[in-house]
């Protein structure tokens, strides 16, 4: 997905309702993110996705 979402141009995708969503989060002591993807055959949809820096009281 590092690769998805670090190659331009990054267009978001309109939701599909008959195919499957698939919600992928991560988190590390610094920051959250998550990507709401459709898996289609031809390829893979970015409907959002979403990541910020954590404060320092979310970090204790």
Partial sequence: ?????????????????STP???TTDASGIGIGGILRQDTPSGTKINYFKSRVL???ERK
């Fill in 1 to 17: 997905f590092k690769r998805i979402l670090t190659t331009y141009p990054l267009f978001l995708e309109y939701p599909d309702s």
């Fill in 21 to 23: 969503f698939v919600l």
């Fill in 55 to 57: 404060d320092d009281t």
